[in-house]
Structure formats: structure tokens, C-alpha cells
């Protein structure tokens, strides 16, 4: 009938949705690790923590926020820690027609801790994950494919 097609097809949307919000989470918080799991050598010196302490991620959908990290404060780098979550916060009017992970350091001067004392803050990072991506969509509508085949 159509009452079940219609519910067939809401459950397959959910399914997919899903699939694509969890894969874009995990990608974030693989990201995240990339980033701040770096000696000083590989990325730079933390001095307050605020830099490390600003790098995180969400996930948008049609510009709704549906995952964050966690912004978790490093070496008492509070300060970091909430403009990185502000700044991925004023981002999400940008993301308003797809889904989107948005990595950020919220910090203002990242730019120049990579530009001006060439290290890498998010640079590599960005790289790895446009490459990444699609492996990780791909897995994503594999699951999705074998959960709607399950309905």
C-alpha cells in the first residue's frame, strides 16, 4: 500500500541520513586526532593551549548543527576552547544546502602560526581528509544499502 511504501521510504531516509551524519563524525574526530596528537616538531608550540585547545569540528546538515566535538581545553587553553566552538558555530549559515564537516582552529592568529612560522596547524590535515572522503562515503552507503536491504 502507500502508507507502507511512504514508511519504507521515510525508515530508507533515516537509514541514509544517519549513515552520512555518523561517517562525517568520525571523519571529524579522526581529523581532530590528526591535529592535535602532533608533537611540537610536527605542528608547533603550544605556549597557553588556546590554538590546540580551538581545533575541532561539526557537522552540518542544511545548515543545522547535528555533531560537534567536544573542543576539549589543553593546557588551561579555555579561551581556545570557546571560540573554537563559537567559530564553528558562525560557520553554519555557509553550510545551508548539504551536509558538511567543517574542521576549525577558532583561534585568529592559526593563519599565521602556518603561514608566517610554517607549521602545520590544518593544512595536512585538510589534504588527508579530501582524500579520505570518499572511502569513507562509500562505507557509509555500503552500511546504509545492507540496513534498508534488512527492512
Same mark, same amino acid.
Given at each position: #500500500? #502507500?502508507?507502507?511504501?511512504?514508511?519504507?521510504?521515510?525508515?530508507?531516509?533515516?537509514?541514509?541520513?544517519?549513515?552520512?551524519?555518523?561517517?562525517?563524525?568520525?571523519?571529524?574526530?579522526?581529523?581532530?586526532?590528526?591535529?592535535?596528537?602532533r608533537s611540537a616538531e610536527e605542528s608547533w608550540v603550544d605556549?597557553?593551549?588556546?590554538?590546540? !585547545?580551538?581545533?575541532?569540528?561539526?557537522?552540518?546538515?542544511?545548515?543545522?548543527?547535528?555533531?560537534?566535538?567536544?573542543?576539549? #581545553?589543553?593546557?588551561?587553553?579555555?579561551?581556545?576552547?570557546?571560540?573554537?566552538?563559537?567559530?564553528?558555530?558562525?560557520?553554519? !549559515?555557509?553550510?545551508?544546502?548539504?551536509? !558538511?564537516?567543517?574542521?576549525?582552529?577558532?583561534?585568529?592568529?592559526?593563519?599565521?602560526?602556518e603561514a608566517i612560522n610554517n607549521k602545520d596547524v590544518l593544512?595536512? #590535515?585538510?589534504?588527508?581528509?579530501?582524500?579520505?572522503?570518499?572511502?569513507?562515503?562509500?562505507?557509509?552507503?555500503?552500511?546504509?544499502?545492507?540496513?534498508?536491504?534488512?527492512?
Amino acid at each position: #500500500t #502507500t502508507k507502507e511504501l511512504e514508511a519504507f521510504f521515510n525508515k530508507a531516509t533515516a537509514i541514509v541520513n544517519e549513515e552520512i551524519a555518523n561517517t562525517l563524525s568520525y571523519l571529524g574526530e579522526q581529523c581532530v586526532a590528526r591535529i592535535r596528537d602532533r608533537s611540537a616538531e610536527e605542528s608547533w608550540v603550544d605556549h597557553t593551549g588556546n590554538l590546540r !585547545s580551538s581545533i575541532g569540528y561539526a557537522v552540518f546538515n542544511n545548515g543545522a548543527k547535528i555533531a560537534e566535538s567536544s573542543f576539549e #581545553t589543553i593546557l588551561g587553553g579555555s579561551i581556545g576552547s570557546a571560540t573554537g566552538r563559537r567559530y564553528v558555530d558562525s560557520l553554519a !549559515s555557509q553550510y545551508a544546502q548539504t551536509y !558538511s564537516l567543517v574542521v576549525v582552529a577558532g583561534m585568529s592568529y592559526a593563519d599565521y602560526v602556518e603561514a608566517i612560522n610554517n607549521k602545520d596547524v590544518l593544512a595536512s #590535515t585538510e589534504l588527508w581528509a579530501r582524500a579520505e572522503i570518499q572511502k569513507y562515503l562509500d562505507k557509509a552507503k555500503e552500511k546504509a544499502i545492507r540496513r534498508i536491504n534488512a527492512l
